[in-house]
């Protein structure tokens, strides 16, 4: 069965310093994975998703996730946070049959 | 392409009431789910469907009914609305292609009180 765990449910950075949100997953196969983005009281947005053709997959807004197999971990990561990073964040993990896994969530608090 | 549409964005039940949540989606996709959100909790899956006609529960299906007639759209029913069903409700839907992500609506925010 697949599952993801978040391993920190809220992290605080200050603006200009490096974000790491860090997700484990649980997988039977070559898994899916995504992180998606979701600023208050919105819906939620895709960031990035993991593709087999590399472990380092960039996405949006500044934001790369590196897939590592050995350690079971799609850790987010973003160089300079932004204001406007602060949000929520998911890790989710796909299944063969197109079933979606979603981790429990970070809450990214950005500080001036 | 407006994507995934979800309406009302907001309602206010009492207990015993019924309701029903649209979600339709002009991409063509297969695939279509609702999600409830809770604080903490992540996303849970309550069903999903894999085509018209076909429809299958996920992890809390309790009190929620869905039906699929045609591709585009993928109602969720509330017969008897409990305040446990207080929550953020998501549709989403997905071409069923390995490693295709979910498109997901601007949510329904349900209280029942």
């Known amino acids: 069965a697949q599952s993801v765990t978040q391993l920190d449910s809220h992290v605080s950075v200050s603006e200009g310093t490096p974000v790491l949100l860090r997700c484990n997953y649980s997988?039977?196969?070559?898994?899916?994975l995504f992180w998606y983005v979701q600023h208050p009281n919105k819906g939620l947005q895709l960031l990035l998703k993991?593709?087999?053709?590399?472990?380092l997959v960039k996405g949006i807004n500044g934001f790369e996730a590196e897939f590592k197999k050995s350690e079971t971990s799609f850790h987010l990561t973003k160089p300079s946070a932004h204001m406007s990073d602060a949000a929520e964040y998911f890790c989710?993990?796909?299944?063969?049959?197109?079933?979606?896994?979603f981790g429990s969530g970070t809450k990214l608090n950005v500080k001036p | 392409n407006a994507g995934v549409t979800q309406t009302p964005k907001f309602r206010i039940l009492k207990i015993g009431q019924s309701m029903t949540l649209q979600c339709t989606q002009d991409?063509?996709?297969?695939?279509m789910y609702w999600y409830r959100q809770d604080p903490g909790m992540g996303l849970k899956l309550i069903y999903y469907?894999?085509?018209?006609?076909?429809?299958d529960k996920g992890e809390v299906p309790n009190g929620y009914n869905v039906s699929r007639s045609t591709t585009e759209d993928f109602p969720l029913r509330l017969e008897l609305a409990a305040p446990s069903q207080t929550s953020v409700y998501f549709c989403?839907?997905?071409?069923?292609?390995?490693?295709?992500?979910?498109?997901f609506g601007n949510g329904t925010r349900l209280t029942v009180t």
């Open positions: 991409m063509n996709h297969n695939y």
């Open positions: 469907s894999v085509g018209a006609g076909i429809t």
């Open positions: 997988s039977s196969y070559s898994p899916s």
């Open positions: 989403a839907s997905s071409p069923g292609q390995y490693n295709s992500p979910l498109h």
């Open positions: 993991y593709t087999s053709a590399a472990t």
């Open positions: 989710v993990v796909s299944d063969l049959f197109n079933k979606f896994y």
